[in-house]
């Protein structure tokens, strides 16, 4: 069955690493029959929760910017997928932004269960450098949201000699054909 999967990647950094894995991925999904929608939360501007609560009386959210698309998108998403850079061990600020961005759905009870992914970026080569991201989409994305996870893809050792683009890109195509 086709899915419409809306990807919220946050690298500032537009044809670096994350922007050109979640674009291969995207191509991967779509060469599988789904559609997508890229928003990309880095190179917009998309402001911290400022829990106004207006989102509480009559929704969905009282600021207007880059994070704007996702709420028209949400509603049309059989999945969402972050992809992030790490940034001191941790999904990078954009990106917990755009989350914190969805209590607005939250409090309203529209954040209704969908299938989720998640793509981190490391600068470093060990894994151990995606253990609080991880740990961040276990415990709220798929243990306190409930939303059913169809995996997680890692690139790690960005910064280091003999980092190659290339083989991630083919796993990231990979991994988006592979979304049943
Ligand atoms: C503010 C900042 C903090 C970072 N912290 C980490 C880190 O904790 N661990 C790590 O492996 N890489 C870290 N990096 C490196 C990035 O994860 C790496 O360069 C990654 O490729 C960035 O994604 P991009 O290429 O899509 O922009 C950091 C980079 C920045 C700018």
């Not at 599988?32 to 402001?47: D, E, P, Q, S, W």
């Not at 996702?70 to 790490?86: C, G, H, N």
């Not at 949201?145 to 290339?166: A, M």
Request: some cysteine; proline content about 3%; charged content about 20%.
């Amino acid at each position: 069955m086709s899915k419409h999967v809306l990807v919220v990647s946050s690298s500032p950094r537009k044809g670096q690493n994350t922007d050109l894995v979640t674009d291969a991925f995207i191509k991967g999904l779509e060469s599988a029959g789904h559609t997508a929608y890229k928003l990309n939360v880095g190179t917009t501007k998309v402001n911290g929760c400022i829990h106004c609560m207006q989102c509480y009386k009559n929704g969905p959210c009282a600021q207007k910017d880059g994070m704007t698309p996702f709420y028209e998108e949400y509603e049309k998403a059989d999945m969402v997928v972050f992809a992030s850079p790490i940034y001191f061990w941790h999904i990078n600020a954009q990106m917990k932004a755009a989350i914190d961005r969805m209590y607005a759905l939250y409090i309203g009870k529209r954040l209704v269960k969908k299938e989720t992914a998640m793509i981190l970026v490391a600068g470093a080569p060990e894994e151990s450098v995606f253990k609080n991201a991880l740990e961040f989409y276990n415990d709220v994305i798929i243990g306190q949201l409930g939303w059913q996870d169809k995996g997680t893809f890692f690139v790690n050792g960005t910064t280091r000699p003999g980092y190659d683009i290339e083989s991630y890109l083919k796993k990231a195509f990979d991994f988006g054909a592979s979304i049943k």
